[in-house]
């Protein structure tokens, strides 16, 4: 009897002893496991800019074959982006272009000013063409008063900046049309790709602060009138050309630039004007998502790395 119940007590305690084991087993896996395994931190994806994609292309145009020196130049470029709305607005700004230099009527005298002021039609391409007619038109005219100058219009858009959600097309323009001179102009075009929309000067400023920036540009404006001894004073020079704000402009690295025509606030000797008001001077002015972003400073961790020899 007595050994029956050693026999017992001895299984129970090598039981006992296994179950202690596999316990400890298994704490130690599940440690090992947590030690093993560390948690991966999970890196956040950088967003995708906006895609852009731009080419320039030249409309054709129908001109009579000329030899010399004297053949008038008549080009027109276009812009053709992956966004609709930017090709739409500038094709828009280019015959905004073409009618301020050439008048239709010349095209056909018999029509009504009114009715020959604007082409007729919607296609880019015949619009042009009808401008073509008049710059072709004028050059006749030269000629029969015995006049002989080699005529000339181009118009180039290009992408002057590409930032973050913003594109800003540059239109340039050059033309003599006969004369004491020739004329130039640049116009600025900015859009915003991510609501599909043409910023003007007013959406980029805080509300209420167009006098700021008028302030500040005026500033400027009086130190480049004494600075170009345009007058005996600043006052003196503002009688003979008002200063006033314009509505061209572009973001650039330095700042906000406001660009002006030619005979806009001086006589035809100053060209074409355009004063930069740097970022520093814009807080409070411009929304903040126009402001340069603050750069921020990575403390890097020095990393050892051998090399062997």
């Known amino acids: 009897m007595l050994h029956k119940n050693s026999s017992i007590l001895f299984s129970v305690s ?10 400890c087993q298994k704490q130690n896996d599940d440690a090992e496991q947590s030690v093993s395994t560390p948690k991966v931190a999970q890196v956040q994806p950088k967003p995708v800019p906006f895609e852009f994609t731009a080419n320039v292309d030249n409309i054709p145009v129908q001109l009579p074959a000329c030899e010399g020196n004297n053949c008038p130049e008549f080009q027109v470029q276009r812009l053709k982006t992956n966004y609709a709305f930017i090709d739409q607005q500038v094709d828009t700004a280019i015959i905004a272009t073409l009618r301020d230099n050439l008048d239709l009527t010349m095209v056909n005298p018999a029509a009504s000013e009114l009715a020959a002021s604007e082409p007729q039609t919607n296609d880019l391409r015949q619009q042009v063409q009808q401008y073509a007619k008049a710059f072709l038109a004028l050059n006749q005219e030269l000629k029969k008063m015995n006049a002989n100058p080699q005529i000339s219009f181009h118009v180039q858009p290009k992408i002057l900046r590409k930032q973050d959600y913003w594109v800003t097309v540059q239109l340039n323009s050059d033309s003599f049309l006969g004369g004491a001179h020739g004329a130039a102009a ?10 599909q929309q043409q910023l003007h000067l007013n959406d980029i400023l805080l509300p209420d602060r167009r006098n700021a920036l008028l302030k500040q540009l005026h500033q400027q404006f009086a130190q480049w009138v004494e600075a170009q001894k345009l007058a005996d004073n600043v006052q003196e020079y503002e009688d003979a050309w008002p200063f006033k704000l314009t509505n061209n402009f572009y973001l650039s690295s330095q700042g906000l630039v406001l660009q002006y025509a030619e005979y806009e606030i001086g006589p ?42």
């Open 14 to 23: 090598v039981l006992s002893a296994s179950l202690c084991l596999s316990a």
């Open 186 to 195: 640049q116009q600025y075009l900015m859009f915003d790709l991510k609501h």
């Open 268 to 309: 035809y000797v100053v060209g074409m004007p355009s004063f930069t008001i740097p970022y520093a001077q814009l807080k409070g002015i411009l929304k903040p998502e126009y402001l340069p972003k603050p750069e921020i400073t990575q403390t890097k961790t020095a990393s050892k790395v051998q090399h062997s020899t």
